[in-house]
């Protein structure tokens, strides 16, 4: 018999198996935070149920509990205080492997239709996740709201949508028959298990601790896997929340809690010594290249699934919507204040200046044009806040602070710091732009994370095309752009991306950015460059995170 909750979220399911065989727009989880669809309350609601959080003991209920631990620091200056359970990862990873023997009992129909119950809470939950990514990460309100609540979970279910399809495709049972001749046919009777890979790993970044998390968490969670996440010591609350709300689901449906639990560490526990631990079968991680391969180094008893640091970047040759051009880079720039793994930092443009509808435009005009409209988009006090939110990080604010000073290259646009009026110690800073040449590669190809881009000049589009494909292919991105109004040169670029294997985004002038991305439509990251080795979300990202065990005997 059908999983009960399998049915009453089959409509999800139907939806989501359509949208990623056809990558058209879809979602069952509105991005809008209208009363109309979250109910007239939810705002509110959601406010409230997040300060109830804030200065009191984050209880779980996890096993192996040590003591409490939790120092995140708002980038708005708001006192958080949540102190979290510590427990002995020991415990955990016991817990959670005991744990999975009933996951695997309830098939991949039951396991699926959990996880889409799970989901379909979280999106109840969506303005107090709204309000926890916001205050831990810095983000804008908006984006807190829909990065970190709705399209974290379509991420989260576009997994379990892959997860569902791959385990579909194994059959529980088949009599195999093989005909002898004019001797009777060899009959067996064969069963297919599905079986858990072992205990997932998802370790959380600090600047989007839901929306890089959840493919991870729900692939291998759909996939018949215990889940321990480990998040970042500065964004913990979006992944507690997170998790009892999994343990919740889990235990009103007869699954043992522990299937999922929360690790924070203090100076006892270590996320290298529990990434290495034989009984974890795979790990998740975003962040910087240094421990992602460390990861990929040491923990050889798993697969690890990372998205690193990369040079994004943007080749511009010409353009018949200029002022639109502009516009839609200063969007890009300053959105979140650059801290999004797809924000471009390296603009190509050839010395000898670009065509426009305008005019013949030379490199040191554009560098003055894209400044004045970055100025000029973030002029507006509220417009400015709204998209840049605050600086996560006390290290991103040097990393500008170094770009200011002309270490870097010329300044073009140098970053200001701006006050907040309904969070005075909020760290707010504008993008910095710089120029430099081709030849100063020790200043663009590596990440200069933050509202921190680099104008190169190249010598013309021919030499910024290779030199895009080389930056992409040496040290990796995930996302890559192009204006022209030539199709040869839009056809070089294009090469250029499959061989480099990055994401293409061509002439954006309107309400697309290239550092967005759509999920069941758009991959992020191909797996194919240092960006990335796995991609959100493809079948690859979910089927080895499962084994079939067969049995056979004659009938």
């Known amino acids: 018999m059908t999983h009960p909750l399998l049915e009453k979220h089959r409509a999800t399911l139907v939806g989501a198996l359509q949208a990623i065989a056809t990558r058209a727009y879809w979602t069952p989880f509105p991005e809008m935070p209208s009363p109309k669809l979250y109910g007239e309350t939810a705002a509110e609601d959601g406010k409230r149920a997040f300060e109830a959080h804030l200065g009191k003991q984050f209880e779980l209920g996890q096993p192996g509990q040590t003591g409490w631990h939790g120092k995140e620091s708002s980038p708005y200056g708001v006192a958080l205080d949540v102190e979290y359970p510590v427990c002995e990862p020991e415990a955990l990873i016991a817990a959670g492997s005991e744990a999975m023997q009933g996951w695997q009992a309830v098939g991949a129909e039951g396991r699926t239709g959990i996880c889409l119950e799970i989901l379909d809470r979280l999106n109840k939950q969506s303005f107090e996740l709204a309000h926890a990514v916001m205050m831990t990460t810095g983000q804008g309100w908006m984006m807190a709201f829909q990065a970190g609540a709705p399209h974290a979970q379509d991420r989260g279910l576009e997994a379990v949508t892959y997860a569902w399809r791959e385990q579909s495709f194994v059959p529980s049972e088949v009599i195999w028959e093989k005909p002898q001749g004019k001797n009777p046919p060899l009959r067996m009777q064969k069963h297919f298990q599905i079986v858990g890979r072992g205990v997932g790993l998802v370790i959380g970044c600090g600047t989007f601790p839901t929306w890089n998390t959840y493919p991870g968490l729900f692939a291998a969670l759909a996939t018949g896997n215990a889940v321990i996440v480990k998040p970042h010591s500065n964004a913990i609350l979006p992944a507690a929340i997170t998790v009892r709300t999994i343990r919740t689901v889990l235990a009103e449906n007869g699954i043992d809690p522990n299937l999922v639990s929360l690790c924070v560490a203090d100076k006892r526990t270590t996320t290298q010594g529990l990434a290495t631990h034989p009984a974890i079968r795979s790990i998740d991680f975003t962040g910087s290249n240094v421990f992602g391969q460390w990861l990929v180094d040491n923990c050889r008893q798993a697969q690890v699934y990372a ?249």
């Open 307 to 555: 998205e690193l640091a990369g040079v994004n970047n943007i080749v511009i040759d010409s353009t018949d919507s200029y002022r639109a051009m502009l516009n839609n880079l200063a969007f890009t720039l300053s959105l979140y204040s650059g801290q999004m793994c797809t924000t471009s930092q390296a603009i190509f443009v050839p010395a000898g200046g670009i065509e426009t509808e305008d005019g013949h435009k030379s490199y040191d005009e554009f560098c003055a044009d894209l400044a004045r409209s970055v100025e000029r988009f973030l002029s507006k006090p509220e417009v400015a806040h709204a998209v840049l939110g605050a600086i996560q990080s006390a290290d991103t604010v040097e990393r500008i602070d170094v770009a200011n000073s002309g270490e870097l290259g010329k300044v073009v646009l140098a970053s200001s710091a701006l006050e907040n009026p309904d969070f005075p110690a909020a760290r707010v800073r504008t993008p910095v732009l710089l120029a430099c040449d081709a030849e100063d590669e020790q200043l663009y190809m590596e990440e200069r994370f933050g509202p921190i881009s680099f104008i190169v000049r190249v010598a013309d589009t021919a030499a910024a095309i290779a030199l895009s494909e080389r930056v992409t292919s040496t040290h990796g991105a995930l996302t890559v752009g192009v204006y022209s109004t030539r199709q040869e040169v839009i056809d070089a670029m294009t090469e250029a991306t499959w061989r480099s294997k990055v994401a293409l985004s061509i002439n954006l002038t309107g309400g697309i950015f290239v550092n967005q991305s759509a999920a069941f439509s758009d991959y992020h990251g191909t797996g194919g460059n240092p960006a990335a080795n796995a991609s959100y979300s493809d079948s690859a990202f979910v089927a080895n995170r499962f084994r079939v065990v067969q049995r056979r005997y004659h009938v």
